[in-house]
Every structure is written in C-alpha cells, then in structure tokens.
C-alpha cells in the first residue's frame, strides 16, 4: 500500500535469491553482465518447469550463464531449491513471449531451449502458444548470430509446424531428428521415453537478423499525473472500462481511505497479449490541507508492473476521467 495509507506497512522479502524481477530495474532491457558479473554467453530455457534440466545443463556448462522463464510459483519454488546455489543460473517470473522482447538486447543471447511446450492445439487456445511468427522476430533479434533455438516435444505436428514458422522468418533448419539420444533429458521426456511414445528433436539457426519494437525500452519510470480533481467521479470509476488501439484499462476495485481523502484503485492492464495487475493511488497533494485543489495519481508503492503503455495510460486516462 502507499504511504498515504498509515498503518498498512508491507514486508518486501526476495525468497528467492536466484530470481531476478525486471521491473525492479531502471533501465531495460537488462544489462546481463552486471546480472551475472560476467561476460559469459547466455543460454535461455522458456518453461524450466521443476528446474531439473536447467540444473544439469548449468552443472555440465559452468562456463555459461543460464536464464529461465516459467509462469507458475509452484515451478519458480521446486526449481530454485535445484539451482540456488549455482551462480550461473537466474530465474524470471513472466510470459517468455514478453520477457524475451523486453529483457534481452540485440544478439545478447547465445541459444533459446524449449522442452515439451504446450502445444494448445485448439483453435481458440491458439493466443496462448509461445511459437508464433511474431516470438521467432523476437529471436532474429535477440539471439546472437548463428545463435540457435532447439524445440523438444511429442507432438509431430507442432515440430513442423514450429520449422515453418522459424524458416518464414529467416531460420535455417540443422536438425529435425525422431527420438534423439539428447544428453540431458527432461524428467517428463524420461517418462515418454519408457511408454515408447516418441519424441521430436529440432534445432534452428539464426540466418537474418531483424529489428523489433519492444513496449518498455530505455529508462523504467514510474508514471504519474498531477491535476485538480471532481472528487465525485470516483463514485463512477468501478468497473469502468478505456481502449485505446492495443492498450485496455479496467478499474476492478477502489477502496478508499478511513481517515482522510486517499484511494486506492485496483488496475488491470493490457498491451495486446500481456496483461497486468495492480494498483493506483490518488491522494491530495497537500495532505494537510483540508480542500487541497492538486491531486497526485501514481502507482501505488506495493505495485510494481512493468511500465507498459498501457499502464502509464492508465495513470493519464484516470487523471483525465476524474478531473471532468
């Protein structure tokens, strides 16, 4: 919660010492070698899932320095209990689809690993895949020359689909191999292998290089407005809806405070696909002043979204309702 709320004091604790969170930075995308103290090549695995496969190739590899992206907690907890205590390993907590846009600078990284992705084979699940054109321009980005993408899955289609996709844009296929002897195997890959079911091995190399827009490049500012207010329209502000092109804003809760004249707004966010959770807070700019005329709107202290455009709208865009 913000200062302005007395009494509501959060406790900030990194539980995990091997995580790193982007947004904490003032700067991206992120300089690695401070990161890691070093120069050392990176290699990317998208969906580290129990951590047992990053653990084993950081291991055989300490000359290399190692991210992984996951979605889920409960992964981030049983893969950092694998990896805390090797110093070439980092963890992020993110949609890789957005991270390695954001984070990763042109040619920063040596190679990018999937293992046994979600196909989402359903047509309306298809938003939710991480290959699609648009991840393989983030490649032929962000991956150094010859830089390579290797795929593991069981599911044939996807294999081939993912090679027409990476060709399109500029890949050239090494290897598309049935059942490779890979020398680290995941645990879920193990557990096929002794079903008989068969596993597909593809290994991509980066052959053009392209230039994409990334949403938050440059300096991480924290977004506010400052502006005389209709105190009134905050009755009107839940549930309220704004769109502009790519960029939704939905106000979900506001709370207000007991003693004295500051809110708290609840936010969701969205750029496209990528979508955020947090909170704004609007409080007189002068506290001590009882019919003080400034507001100020900004992100709240507790919050820490990646500052999207839609998120530095969502500041302008609710100084602008409120002060009609």
């Known amino acids: 919660m913000s200062d302005v709320f007395q009494g ?14 982007p947004a904490d930075f003032d700067f991206l995308p992120l300089d ?11 290699i990317v695995e998208i969906g580290f899932g129990g951590g047992e496969f990053l653990q084993s190739y950081a291991l055989k590899h300490p000359e290399k320095n190692f991210v992984g992206f996951e979605v889920s907690i409960t992964s981030m907890k049983k893969a950092h209990n694998r990896i805390k ?30 293992n046994f992705p979600i196909p989402w084979d359903k ?7 991480v290959i699609v054109p648009e991840f393989f321009e983030t490649l032929s980005n962000v991956l150094q020359d010859d830089g390579t993408f290797e795929l593991a899955t069981d ?19 090494m290897s598309f191999v049935e059942n490779p002897d890979r020398e680290i195997k995941t645990r879920y890959e193990q557990k096929w292998i002794k079903y008989g079911r068969n596993i597909y091995s593809v290994i991509l190399r980066k052959k053009t290089h392209l230039e994409v827009e990334r949403l938050i490049g440059g300096h991480h500012e924290m977004p506010h407005a400052k502006c005389a207010i209709n105190e009134s329209k905050f009755d009107e ?21 007991m003693e004295g004249k500051a809110y708290l707004i609840k936010i969701i966010s969205t750029d496209g696909e990528f979508q955020q959770h947090y909170y704004l807070v609007a409080y007189p700019e002068d506290l001590s002043e009882e019919n003080s ?32």
Do not use: C
């Open 8 to 21: 509501q004091e959060r406790i900030v604790s990194n539980l995990y010492v091997r995580e790193v969170k």
């Open 32 to 42: 690695w070698s401070k990161v890691f103290g070093n120069n050392n090549n990176i």
């Open 85 to 114: 205590d090797l110093e070439n390993v980092r963890l992020v907590i993110t949609d890789a689809r957005f991270g390695m846009r954001e984070f990763f600078g042109p040619k920063s990284v040596e190679k990018v690993i999937m």
């Open 123 to 129: 047509k309306s699940h298809e938003r939710r895949r």
């Open 155 to 173: 599911v044939e289609w996807y294999a081939r689909q993912t090679i027409e996709i990476a060709q399109e844009k500029g890949f050239e296929l």
């Open 237 to 257: 502000l839940k549930g309220k809806v704004f769109k502009e092109r790519s960029k939704v804003v939905v106000v979900k809760g506001l709370y207000k405070q």
């Open 293 to 324: 005329k400034e507001w100020i709107i900004k992100l709240d202290s507790a919050s820490n979204p990646y500052r999207t455009p839609a998120v530095k709208w969502s500041v302008q865009v609710l100084a602008d309702f409120l002060s009609q």
